[in-house]
């Protein structure tokens, strides 16, 4: 690519978007790097699938941020993995909502404990591997709603840990039927608040 990453920043989105998938493939990581939100905008599925992984972590915060939900679904699994905790941090509930349960099997426990308070609510539960619900922060355990937290699994509440039931909400608490109790440790049924537990 002859351009300079300044000459690319500058591209309009109208004119980024008319790039073909050749000349896609040869953008560098220093050219992605300065790709805007608007430019990011117009990647389709199949054309986000170009981008190394070297490149994927490159997009900035911001432009990433202007990165469809339908665009998201052509990220390989090793893209989503390529994909900084300072990324990760960055995505927006619909972004979240819109990554499969293998893209998010990709996330190392870092990147889980990275989404934001804001964004987890556009997190489907039933798309994570157990290790991805043991990464959680208790206090994003407690950002969910009693509708996503109702939609654990079995093996997904077995793999919750006692710091993340200690923040439990009553509202949460409330969803558990009988059998989920019971995969509960002693030590976990003791953490979990006073207040919460009025939730049974």
Do not use: P, R, W, Y
């Amino acid at each position: 690519a002859a351009l300079s990453s300044t000459q690319i920043a500058a591209l309009s989105s109208t004119q980024f978007s008319a790039m073909s998938s050749d000349q896609l493939t040869v953008l560098s990581t220093t050219q992605v790097a300065g790709l805007s939100s608007a430019q990011v905008g117009t990647l389709d599925s199949t054309e986000i699938a170009l981008f190394s992984t070297d490149e994927i972590a490159a997009i900035s915060v911001k432009a990433l941020g202007g990165l469809s939900a339908d665009a998201l679904v052509g990220l390989t699994t090793a893209n989503a993995e390529a994909l900084t905790t300072t990324q990760v941090a960055g995505l927006s509930s619909t972004q979240l909502a819109a990554l499969s349960s293998s893209q998010l099997a990709a996330f190392s426990s870092d990147d889980m404990a990275a989404i934001s308070k804001k964004a987890i609510g556009g997190l489907d539960l039933t798309k994570l591997s157990t290790a991805n619900v043991a990464a959680l922060s208790s206090t994003q355990i407690a950002a969910l709603s009693a509708t996503q937290f109702g939609t654990l699994s079995s093996d997904q509440v077995t793999a919750l840990t006692s710091t993340q039931i200690a923040g439990l909400t009553s509202a949460q608490v409330g969803t558990l039927d009988s059998t989920e109790i019971a995969l509960f440790s002693t030590e976990e049924i003791a953490s979990i608040s006073a207040k919460a537990l009025g939730g049974l």
